[in-house]
């Protein structure tokens, strides 16, 4: 066989190690009901759960806990799903910007369900509407 066969074999073999190591990974997008049954069926597979922050008549932002002089590595909301199911949610890595987080349009957390009733989020991804409206001059 000559080397430029052998190093092609090399060159494949790496990269489906890579997909296949990258695709466990993946998680996917679900409601918190399809999360909590995940976890009680045992899958332990990371989610990702995109929803609202829940809100007042006022439209204002409620059931936010987060004190940075208590514990700063600690945030607890309350979501929204998209089937208007809502959970607390419990993240230990919270977002730098509290402010852009209140003022978030949806937030995707990706985490797992615990056993408590919670959902414990590692990540929390925020789409602000700031960024996407267009400026007036």
């Not at 509407?129 to 001059?137: D, F, H, I, N, V």
């Amino acid at each position: 066989m000559k080397i430029s066969s052998i190093i092609g074999l090399i060159v494949i073999a790496v990269g489906i190690a890579v997909v296949v190591t990258t695709s466990g990974d993946a998680s996917e997008y679900v409601s918190f009901q399809e999360a909590y049954t995940k976890a009680a069926n045992g899958d332990d597979a990371k989610v990702h759960v995109i929803g609202e922050l829940l809100k007042n008549d006022n439209n204002e932002v409620i059931g936010i806990e987060y004190n940075p002089s208590i514990d700063a590595n600690y945030l607890g909301f309350t979501l929204v799903d998209e089937n208007h199911e809502a959970h607390k949610v419990v993240c230990f890595n919270p977002p730098a910007s509290m402010k852009d987080f209140e003022k978030s349009e949806k937030v995707v957390v990706i985490g797992r369900a615990s056993k408590d009733g919670n959902f414990v989020a590692s990540k929390i991804l925020m789409k602000c509407p700031s960024k996407y409206e267009e400026k007036q001059l």
